[in-house]
């Protein structure tokens, strides 16, 4: 046996963890999300945005969510004209997300807005907001990190995981996600 601290997950809360809403208004928001958010059999993408609305976000127009969007706090959302999120795209806003205009954010993308402080013996949630400048592209299946921007027109590559801020026009590829090349729109 070691004498080393160990975690203790008993001893974990997040009670005191800035939801930016009550229990009823989060009731409400898990049935909204469940019904016409996630759920394959609400194919219409025309509602969607003023459903988030109507929960606190800032929506612009031309915004396309797809069907299977999990989305955990559309009060702490800001999206801007003319956005695309993809099928099975999971919006962890746990913190403030803020997506510009003309971003793409592909099917299966993540944006994980909270963690847990490995190094405390009680694990107590960590978040940071995230922001996607505009044209910047989630591929499919990546990955975008707490505290991350994407800035200007940057691209993340399908299936990659951005830990770090992207630089405005580059594309970048892996996990950690690195710089590939420049992005070249004609």
Known sequence: M?????VDLSRFTNADFPKGAGAVKMTLW??????FFLNPLFPF???KPALLR??????????????GVNIKYPWKLTIGDHV????????DNIDQLIIRDHVV???????IQGSHNYKKVDYPTLSGPVVLEEGSWVGAGAMVMLGVTL???SVLAAGSVATKDLEPYTIYQGNPAQPVRERVIE
Do not use: C, E
Not at 84 to 91: I, K, P, S, Y
Not at 106 to 111: D, K, R, Y
């Open 2 to 6: 070691t004498d080393r601290k160990r």
């Open 30 to 35: 898990y049935f909204t999300n469940a019904l």
């Open 45 to 47: 993408r025309s509602p």
């Open 54 to 67: 109507l929960f606190g976000a800032r929506v612009g127009k031309g915004v396309v969510v797809h069907p």
């Open 84 to 91: 695309w999120v993809g099928q099975r795209a999971w919006l």
């Open 105 to 111: 954010i592909s099917q299966g993308a993540m944006i």
């Open 151 to 153: 800035k200007s027109h």
